[in-house]
């Protein structure tokens, strides 16, 4: 409107939703912009970030670190080979953590880890040593691993070992154990552990061998296609999955190993399509890990939940943890189970949304909505809701639906709390109560309290650095 005669041929209206009723009922036409004001607060931090004269190139490096690595599956060993774990040392999911303050499945899973090791006779005989300190936990995070819901592991428990073939960088997974009643989601019934040790002594091997004869892999060019496929590598890694076994299929069939164990593995992996999820998890933690250390960068690197609270850490605040409440995921229960069997959001897979893919692709995988809930139109408006809180697009892991743009990438801490929108997070539900194993699978976001006060660790850096 140039003159204050003249109606007007349009309005766009920011946010105030009465205004544009008001003027979209005397016939104009009315350009809506959703907009709401910034977390409580946060006015000074998001002055003193802004003015940072580090950021913006602080954050194209640390996007530009990510989007460079490659990872490549080079081998599969023991944890105490890679990792050098002890008899009594055991990793989690999440920030630190101590025994007192464990929810029911990392302390169940903690319980049947123990007995696994043959630390004790049964798994409830472990509580005592767990308590007193005897026994040490420690973030996977902090040895360069992840570790899917309950995230446990001890020394004999095998991992998938990537490499970015540039740096050398390595990060370690455990191998998927499927659904159900699972270590990962805290049970600890006999064949639970009769799995594990079918792992350790099967598929271990099976899959070093293969892996040794036919790799590396290139699990970076496999989360590329199966983007593409319908999955979008958090609950959804049936294409991954299949193109997995097509890679070390053969090597299998020519091992030394017996044809009925190899039989075993394929059966294994094949009828269990969250297999490739523990390949997906460590090659978006050694992305990541790339942007870790990059003074002024507001960009996260991790988000994790050790099923008590919630954590992130960000490129330019070190390895420093902020936590909050882990919150309970809103989806869908398993048979009789329903949203009071729950215990709250837990495990290291949140790194694929911190690297731009589960729920924050949702759009590519419109099937994972019968999994964990919502609708196809959700899945897609979730997509692009995330854009707004990142830093740009990944152009490797494109999404076809969206004609072909790239999963958004790089969440930034500032534009969290600039607009109030959190990371969107497809989860698994694990029982609350030590050894029922999995209850349901949801949506989740971090407890907003997490991301001002990243911001104002930022800020005050800022604020030295600028004297």
């Known amino acids: 409107m140039t003159n204050p005669t003249t109606p007007p041929t349009g309005v766009v209206a920011v946010g105030a939703g009465l205004f544009a009723d008001a003027v979209a009922d005397q016939a104009v036409p009315v350009t809506r912009v959703d907009w709401q004001p910034p977390m409580a607060d946060t006015e000074g931090d998001l002055a003193a970030v802004a003015a940072d004269p580090l950021r913006r190139e602080a954050n194209e490096r640390a996007l530009a670190a990510m989007l460079a690595t490659n ?21 989690h999911a999440g920030p630190p953590i101590t025994w007192e303050h464990a929810s029911g499945p990392l302390r169940g899973a903690l319980l049947g880890a123990a007995a696994f090791e043959g630390l004790v006779d049964t798994p409830e005989d472990a509580e005592p040593h767990l308590a007193d300190g005897t026994w040490t936990l420690e973030p996977c995070h902090h040895h360069a691993a992840v570790g899917p819901m309950a995230g446990v592991v001890s020394p004999s428990m095998w991992m998938f070992v990537l490499e970015d073939p540039e740096s050398g960088r390595r990060t370690f997974c455990s191998l998927n154990e499927g659904l159900g009643k699972v270590l990962r989601y805290g049970a600890y019934a006999p064949e639970v552990l009769d799995k594990l040790r079918w792992m350790a002594d099967v598929l271990g091997p099976v899959l070093r061998d293969a892996v040794r004869a036919a790799g590396p892999v290139d699990i970076t060019a496999i989360l590329s296609q199966m983007l593409q496929m319908g999955d979008e590598a958090h609950n959804r890694n049936r294409a991954g999955t299949l193109m997995l076994l097509r890679d070390l299929g053969p090597a299998m069939a020519a091992s030394e190993h017996p044809s009925t164990d190899v039989a075993e593995v394929l059966r294994f992996i094949g009828g269990n399509d969250h297999f490739f999820l523990n390949l997906a998890m460590p090659a978006c933690k050694l992305a990541l890990d790339a942007a870790r250390g990059i003074e002024g960068s507001t960009m996260v690197v991790a988000m994790a ?3 008590t609270e ?9 390895d420093q943890w902020f936590t909050g409440p882990a919150q309970l995921a809103d989806g869908l229960f398993l048979g009789d189970f329903g949203p009071d069997d729950a215990n709250p959001d837990i495990g290291d897979s949140a790194i694929t949304e911190t690297s731009g893919l589960g729920g924050f692709s949702m759009a590519t995988a419109p099937a994972i909505v019968r999994f964990v809930g919502g609708t196809v139109p959700d899945a897609f408006a979730t997509t692009e809701r ?12 494109q999404i076809p639906v969206l004609d072909f ?3 958004p990438t790089g969440i930034d801490v500032s534009r969290v709390c600039r607009t109030g929108i ?20 949801g949506l989740v976001t971090p407890p907003a309290e997490i991301f001002p006060a990243a911001l104002a660790e930022l800020a005050t850096r800022a604020r030295t650095r600028l004297g």
């Open 71 to 91: 990872a490549h599956l080079v081998d599969v060993a023991p944890a105490r080979e890679v990792l050098g774990l002890e008899p009594g040392q055991f990793l």
């Open 305 to 307: 939940r050790n099923g």
């Open 310 to 318: 919630f954590g992130i850490q960000v490129a330019g605040t070190g």
């Open 386 to 397: 995330m854009g707004e809180i990142t830093l740009g697009e990944n152009p490797r892991w």
């Open 405 to 407: 743009r790239g999963a």
């Open 422 to 441: 959190l990371p969107q997070i497809n989860t698994g539900m694990a029982g609350k109560l030590a050894g029922v194993g999995q209850v349901g699978a």
